[in-house]
């Protein structure tokens, strides 16, 4: 999404420094702005032409402009703003409004609500409210004033500024919006109006009405004569499902039944968005429990996958739950857009340093997997750097206004510090950049050869020429090393009787938006992964065992795996007898965190054993540290060492990092203590 602001310098008085400080103390303010100047004269707004976008009065606009005739350049100037730019949603608006503290919650909501997407929607309007609605169908005869219009495609853009450019004599760009609205498309107002007006000091000298007629031609209808009262800026409107009434205890067997159900259903969905498996038909509809189901999507970013999958099923939906999920889309699609605006500032900065950058996971796999830019939930974006190039980089990223992650919650993180660097603009919803040049800590027992990486990496289209993703084999490899590694239990998951179940619990690290990435990577590149360098490059860094246990996962949840003889040759059997009692007390402080959630008296009896399990983790994690397979020494060592040299000399290298990573975690418990406003 983009803003558009026109704006101009021969006011009598300047709206604009206020316009602009009370979007910036908005949801809204991470929206690129550009200012569409409407004249050469840039004095008003020179301080803002490091933070924002100034377009500036050109030629072409100059050839267009009427010397005397401010109206007409107005005009002019309106129809570049509807022109400028590629993005699909764009605000226009002028340069003398307030937005309201959550116009653009309020704003996704909106059009979430909205049918199609041949439509005006004015910000600034107020307009007696649709019963259920967020927005109303705008009654007057015609649009009074275009302080903020909202455009839900660039096609609809680019229509209006046709239209106001051919009956451009006609009247104002406000009047032939309106017109355009009501005669081509359909014209509405939010409900509340979700900015205010504060231009009482007008641009025109003495302003005159709306229908007022032009040298040239007159209008087939006269437009309002009465200009539009200011409008308060909206209250923030609080939007919460009404608590469910208290109701008796429901069988246990039932509630098993509505769960599993309910979960055959999320995955029929994700398969069916594969093209792995069949929709689900109205009959499992039916026996789907709603709720269930979004507390399971959104602990799993499924969404917007979900969303997608229902949008065309409304009447076996929901209304209420189908209106979520879209507003939950819609606004993915504008924080990916975000996101990606990111990646491509950052790797434009790290190219003026010649610094290579891989992207990875959603940063990479939003432009190059997924056909929709509002599908992939993507938490923070992820870049892996050259240890040698960690303090340039970082430079590079404070240079952008990005801020280290620093005092207590940097502390919180403990050893995550070892591998990667926190940076985040201080704003609310800003998207944290994780600067990586490690992707696993050094003690870990699996090999990830990042010179083998950089090596092999190749350009991510779209992007600056030092912007790169991993090969296909080593992606896939990262893919389900990362899911694995959060997961902690799947190795053990895939030979137990309850693995359906556990796979959709919504406990733990793991999400299953992850596993499906990678049935997602299986169905478009199985063609491009050169499989027996797959299995060749598994087994040689000892990560064979990890990648097999997602992989089968991905084959038999979602019917998406790769070659059944690339399974065997990953197989090497079960986990070791600590790692596999390690994930039976995990696996059962999830079903006992699950059971605490329906029952909170059984909470106290069942909060033990979630911090069991984390010193049962950690322990299992230290034993395999020190102890790990044959396999692995092998691979990290590469000779002929007797198997008690290799332990001995394994052992002299990974103590200075377990003890760096027991240190800084007995430091985040103090750290956490002493913040804890108890």
């Not at 008085?13 to 569409?36: A, C, M, W």
């Not at 041949?118 to 609605?133: E, I, R, T, W």
């Not at 939007?239 to 469910?244: L, S």
């Not at 600067?435 to 800590?441: C, D, K, Q, S, T």
Request: with cysteine; proline share 6%.
């Amino acid at each position: 999404m983009i803003i558009n602001m026109t704006t101009i310098a021969l006011r009598r008085k300047h709206y604009i420094d206020q316009t602009l400080e009370s979007l910036f103390r908005s949801d809204g303010r991470d929206i690129p702005v550009n200012l569409i100047l409407g004249s050469s004269d840039t004095s008003h707004v020179e301080k803002y032409r490091k933070t924002l976008n100034i377009v500036s009065w050109d030629q072409e606009a100059e050839s267009q402009a009427r010397e005397g005739h401010l109206r007409h350049n107005c005009n002019v100037n309106a129809i570049r703003a509807l022109s400028y730019g590629d993005d699909d949603h764009c605000l226009c608006c002028e340069d003398d409004i307030l937005f309201d503290e959550h116009w653009l919650r309020q704003l996704m909501l909106t059009v979430a609500e909205i049918e199609g997407k041949h439509y005006v929607l004015n910000l600034g309007q107020g307009s007696d409210p649709s019963p259920g609605k967020r927005y109303a169908i705008h009654t007057q005869p015609y649009l009074c004033g275009a302080q903020a219009i909202f455009y839900p495609s660039k096609s609809v853009r680019r229509a209006v500024a046709e239209f106001v450019r051919q009956n451009t004599h006609c009247g104002m760009n406000d009047h032939l919006i309106g017109r355009y609205g009501k005669e081509h498309a359909a014209l509405y107002n939010t409900t509340p109006a979700l900015v205010g007006h504060l231009g009482q000091v007008s641009t025109f000298n003495q302003p005159s009405p709306p229908a007022k007629r032009s040298e040239d031609a007159p209008l087939k209808q006269n437009s309002e004569t009465t200009p539009a009262k200011p409008v308060a800026v909206a209250v923030r409107r609080v939007d919460r499902e009404a608590r469910p009434p208290a109701t008796k205890v429901p069988d246990v067997h039932r509630i098993r039944v509505s769960e599993r159900a309910t979960s055959e259903v999320l995955v029929a969905l994700l398969r069916a968005s594969l093209g792995t498996g069949a929709q689900p038909d109205a009959t499992r509809l039916t026996q789907c429990d709603w709720a269930r189901l979004a507390l399971l999507a959104t602990h799993h970013g499924l969404v917007p996958i979900l969303y997608r999958a229902l949008r065309d099923r409304a009447a076996s939906v929901p209304a209420d739950r189908l209106k979520n999920f879209k507003a939950q889309y819609v606004a993915n699609v504008f924080h990916n857009q975000l996101a990606q605006a990111g990646v491509e500032e950052i790797g434009a900065a790290f190219d003026s340093e010649r610094i290579p950058v891989i992207a990875m996971k959603g940063a990479a796999l939003q432009r190059t997997l997924y056909d929709d830019p509002g599908l992939r939930v993507v938490g923070d974006i992820d870049l892996l750097v050259d240890e040698r190039d960690v303090e340039r980089a970082g430079a590079r990223l404070q240079h952008l206004g990005l801020a280290p992650l620093l005092s207590m919650d940097a502390d919180r993180r403990g050893p995550l510090c070892h591998i990667h660097h926190i940076y985040q603009r201080r704003q609310p919803r800003a998207i944290p950049v994780e600067l990586h040049w490690r992707l696993f800590e050094p003690y870990q027992p699996y090999i990830f050869d990042l010179e083998a990486v950089r090596a092999q990496a190749r350009p991510l289209p779209g992007m600056p020429p030092n912007v790169w993703v991993m090969a296909p084999e080593h992606e896939l490899a990262h893919l389900c090393l990362h899911l694995d590694r959060h997961a902690v239990t799947y190795r053990s998951l895939i030979s137990r009787k309850d693995w359906f179940e556990s796979l959709l619990r919504p406990q733990g690290l793991a999400r299953l938006l992850w596993l499906y990435d990678i049935a997602l990577y299986l169905r478009q590149r199985t063609a491009v992964v050169d499989w027996d360098r797959f299995v060749d490059t598994a087994r040689r860094w000892a990560i064979d065992e990890h990648l097999h246990a997602t992989l089968e996962l991905a084959r038999r949840a979602l019917d998406a795996g790769p070659p059944p003889e690339v399974l065997r040759a990953l197989h090497r059997g079960r986990p070791r007898v600590v790692e596999r009692i390690a994930h039976g007390v995990v696996l059962a402080s999830h079903r006992a965190n699950e059971s605490r959630r329906k029952d909170s008296a059984r909470g106290r009896r069942l909060r033990w054993l979630a911090r069991l399990s984390g010193q049962v983790l950690r322990v299992a994690h230290t034993w395999v540290s020190v102890f790990p397979p044959r396999a692995y020494l092998r691979a990290r060592y590469s000779t002929t060492h007797t198997a008690l040299a290799l332990r001995v000399r394994h052992l002299r290298d990974v103590t200075p990092g377990l003890w760096a990573e027991t240190r800084d975690r007995l430091r985040s418990v103090v750290a956490v203590r002493g913040h804890d406003p108890r």
